[in-house]
């Protein structure tokens, strides 16, 4: 029988009695405020965990996995960092915790953009100094099933920490900061190039029979993968011969299979499943781009709801804001109707509870699927936060379509949120209105605003029956409200 060296058989009873805690709880973090808040980790089955902060004071026994979880009752949001101390048969004490609000921000490369990578830069982390905004990255993983942990740690917003930190949500919390003065927490967990599907858990995705030809998508993906990946393994030889002979070589993206970022759930379990227990006020999203192939845009906002609703199953907490980026002009989209089909989709899916869209197709870069302007797109997201999660009145959307009714050769579009009026931005005429007959053959329109309506006419139509506004990839469309807000792609029909 193999024995083990004194020291090394103490230690491995040591580590196994220790009581562990998963990345979120450690030094620098932030609890949410005004709810109950819960402190979870490990330890041995039937240990007593006691958890002890602000003067609050609560047990719970570990099951029969070795988990265990206890609830510090609300708390209102404090500035001044505390120790939470965890005690069982070990010790540990997690110093500097805030108490405020928690987002969580997620989506692809939009959403993972740095701070240092958006407009104006050195400005941007020069000014970074905000004690009170903690952010937590969590690392890129994809797993087969759903984990209890993930690789990251709190930091302290400064300008030594914010420079590769997610754009969106740092312009997203600091908006909030600045106006609430409460202590904000941020988050990040997004992959550039991810579908929503590898965002959703698998029960989701399996229980709703309409997103079957995504799933059949990635079975063909893993049909083909013995063969993709042989074609993948020589092809990354060869560039490496090239550049080893001083030739240019292109880059080579892996192609889809096992272990793969797209892999339907994978991230879900890998990047969201082990943030379900840590008490949030709500997250904003920013993806899109993905699904916006043939197959998969029809059907992106029967699988954006799906997720949606499936994260806040997860959490368990009811129907927590859920805020999203409509996905800005771009020009180099594929098919135009692809790309607008899934902002389409992003605005229709305003009809669950408690959601809002950030529409940016006013500050998009035609060329570029990577606008850099991350500043105007934290604010607008920050006013939707402000009137869905906290309650104040303004006005935080552009035009919103209500209606459209026929009146002679003209139509006339109602709008909702149109704040202080609706106007063209910077000038001029309205641009972007197209109007259609019973053939449903569309023509440019002109339009003029009419107190909360717009009156669109086009002396090809003489007997309009649909109207649309934006609808094409890099629209020129120009609609907004006086307060500044883009109105968001729609069609009548």
């Given at each position: ?12 009873l040591a580590s196994q009695a220790d009581v562990r805690l998963p990345a979120l709880i450690s030094d620098h973090m932030l609890l949410q405020r005004q709810s109950p808040a819960r402190i979870f980790g490990w330890a041995d089955p039937g240990e007593q965990v006691t958890v002890q902060f602000k003067g609050q004071t609560v047990s719970a026994t570990a099951n029969e996995k070795g988990r265990w979880h206890v609830w510090l009752a609300p708390m209102e949001a ?109 988050i990040q967990s997004a992959w550039g190039g991810t579908p929503a599907q590898a965002w959703t858990s698998r029960r989701a995705l399996y229980a709703d029979s309409s997103l079957f030809p995504i799933l059949a998508e990635w079975n063909r993906a893993l049909e083909n993968y013995p063969e993709a990946n042989e074609r993948y393994q020589r092809a990354v030889a060869e560039a490496a011969e090239a550049r080893r002979a001083g030739r240019n070589a292109p880059r ?242």
């Amino acid at each position: 029988m193999l024995r083990l060296p004194l020291s090394i058989a103490v230690c491995a009873l040591a580590s196994q009695a220790d009581v562990r805690l998963p990345a979120l709880i450690s030094d620098h973090m932030l609890l949410q405020r005004q709810s109950p808040a819960r402190i979870f980790g490990w330890a041995d089955p039937g240990e007593q965990v006691t958890v002890q902060f602000k003067g609050q004071t609560v047990s719970a026994t570990a099951n029969e996995k070795g988990r265990w979880h206890v609830w510090l009752a609300p708390m209102e949001a404090s500035a001044d960092g505390a120790d939470l101390k965890i005690s069982g048969k070990n010790s540990i004490t997690v110093s500097d915790v805030l108490v405020g609000e928690v987002w969580v921000g997620s989506g692809q490369s939009n959403m993972a953009w740095s701070v240092k990578a958006s407009n104006d830069p050195a400005q941007e982390i020069a000014a970074a100094n905000y004690p009170q905004l903690r952010l937590f990255q969590v690392a890129l993983t994809t797993t087969p099933d759903p984990q209890d942990d993930v690789k990251g740690k709190w930091m302290v917003c400064s300008p030594d920490t914010i420079a590769s930190f997610t754009a969106v949500g740092y312009f997203f919390v600091r908006a909030l900061h600045k106006k609430m003065n409460v202590p904000f927490a941020m988050i990040q967990s997004a992959w550039g190039g991810t579908p929503a599907q590898a965002w959703t858990s698998r029960r989701a995705l399996y229980a709703d029979s309409s997103l079957f030809p995504i799933l059949a998508e990635w079975n063909r993906a893993l049909e083909n993968y013995p063969e993709a990946n042989e074609r993948y393994q020589r092809a990354v030889a060869e560039a490496a011969e090239a550049r080893r002979a001083g030739r240019n070589a292109p880059r080579i993206g892996a192609p889809m299979g096992p272990g793969h970022s797209h892999t339907p759930a994978g991230l879900f379990n890998a990047m969201i499943h082990p943030l379900t227990p840590y008490t949030i006020k709500g997250a904003i999203w920013y993806q899109g781009e993905s699904n916006a192939g043939k197959v998969q845009a029809p059907l992106y906002r029967r699988l954006f709801e799906t997720m949606i609703l499936d994260w806040r199953r997860a959490w368990g907490q009811g129907d927590f804001p859920f805020l999203f980026v409509q996905l800005a002009n771009f020009a180099k989209a594929g098919s135009p109707h692809d790309w607008v089909l899934v902002q389409e989709a992003q605005n229709k899916t305003l009809e669950l509870r408690r959601t809002g869209m950030a529409v940016i197709n006013d500050i998009g870069e035609a060329t570029d699927i990577h606008p850099r302007n991350k500043q105007d797109v934290g604010m607008r997201l920050a006013l939707a936060a402000r009137h869905i999660a906290y309650g104040e009145q303004l006005v935080y959307s552009g035009p919103r379509f209500r209606q459209a009714t026929t009146e002679g050769a003209k139509m006339r579009v109602w709008f909702d949120s149109v704040g202080g009026g609706m106007k063209a931005r910077g000038g001029g005429d309205l641009t972007g209105f197209e109007i259609a007959g019973a053939d449903s053959q569309f023509h440019a329109a002109e339009a003029k605003v009419e107190g909360k309506t717009v009156v669109v006419f086009s002396p090809q139509v003489t007997a309009p029956v649909h109207v649309r506004y934006a609808w094409a990839s890099d629209p020129m469309a120009n609609l907004i409200n006086a307060e500044g807000l883009p109105a968001s792609v729609f069609r009548s029909e």
